[in-house]
């Protein structure tokens, strides 16, 4: 039985099996998240970034599990980062899981960093990594980082 899932978030991608990932999810696509099994949301917003609603009392709300790593830009996509990442979705090994940022790039970036460092990956296959999970205009950053490691 497959575990794809396809949450309505904006910039939405399914780089794996049971993993959703894009941008900014409203209450409403939470909701759609929890009726399709998703059992954690990984926010990569800073607290500080603005958001109408309190995403982590809607999320525990629906009875899932709220995750939050900030990445405010490309100062936080560190390999400890990717690592915490890593140590979410492991956690969640339970269910489907949706990650996002404000517009999926951050989500990217964090998944290639987290393909190099945890899983081992070339830089190259990384970065394909990160593109199937949203990478765009922060690859350069991304390669800087992998390179410099």
């Given at each position: 039985?497959?575990?794809q899932i396809w949450i309505d978030v904006p910039n ?17 696509h939470l909701e759609q998240a929890r009726q399709r099994g998703v059992k ?110």
């Amino acid at each position: 039985m497959s575990s794809q899932i396809w949450i309505d978030v904006p910039n939405a991608c399914t780089p794996a099996e049971g993993l959703c990932t894009g941008g900014r999810p409203r209450p409403e696509h939470l909701e759609q998240a929890r009726q399709r099994g998703v059992k954690m949301i990984v926010n990569l917003c800073p607290p500080s970034e603005p958001s109408d609603y309190d995403e982590a009392a809607v999320v525990r709300s629906l009875g899932m599990v709220y995750v939050n790593i900030p990445v405010a830009g490309p100062a936080d996509l560190t390999p400890a980062n990717a690592r915490k990442l890593a140590t979410a979705l492991s956690d969640a090994e339970a269910g489907p899981v949706l990650v996002h940022c404000a517009s999926g790039n951050r989500v990217g970036a964090l998944f290639a960093l987290k393909a190099h460092f945890v899983d081992g990956l070339p830089i190259e296959e990384a970065v394909n990594a990160g593109r199937a999970a949203g990478l765009k205009i922060l690859e350069p950053a991304v390669r800087n980082i992998l390179a410099g490691h």
